[in-house]
Nanobody, 131 residues
């Protein structure tokens, strides 16, 4: 059974940073694209970022054109620890949401931001940003 276990959420103030973690089984991690989504209350689940097995990253349209050093979120995978991380910087109240880790078998990258194209999901971790 595939398990994705998120951690790292919490209550922070605007401008703070958080690093979310998602641990997966070795078999899952070594063969799957890993991604993060978020879902704010009353809204649909939205794509944040994804990283394929070879390490290439994809980001939501709102940040993808920024240089890596200017992005306020970044996705990294540690293959030795079977863990994917989402670094969230300069958090804003509108970032308040449940953040989900997801995994999918390799397929066409055109659908990488589509939550319906993911095979496995974690239970989510709550991020709350106060103003």
């Amino acid at each position: 059974q595939v398990q994705l276990v998120e951690s790292g959420g919490g209550l922070v103030q605007a401008g703070d940073s958080l690093r979310l973690s998602c641990a997966a089984s070795a078999r899952t991690f070594s063969t799957n694209t890993m991604a993060w989504f978020f879902q704010a209350p009353g809204k649909e689940r939205e794509f944040v970022a994804a990283i394929i097995v070879r390490g290439y990253t994809y980001y939501a349209d709102s940040v993808k054109d920024y240089a890596d050093s200017m992005k306020d979120r970044s996705i990294v995978r540690d293959n030795a620890k079977n863990t994917v991380y989402l670094q969230l910087d300069n958090l804003k109240p509108e970032d308040t949401a449940v953040y989900y880790c997801a995994a999918r078998r390799p397929r066409n990258a055109n659908s990488i931001a589509d939550s319906n194209e993911y095979d496995y999901w974690g239970q989510g971790t709550q991020v709350t940003v106060s103003s």
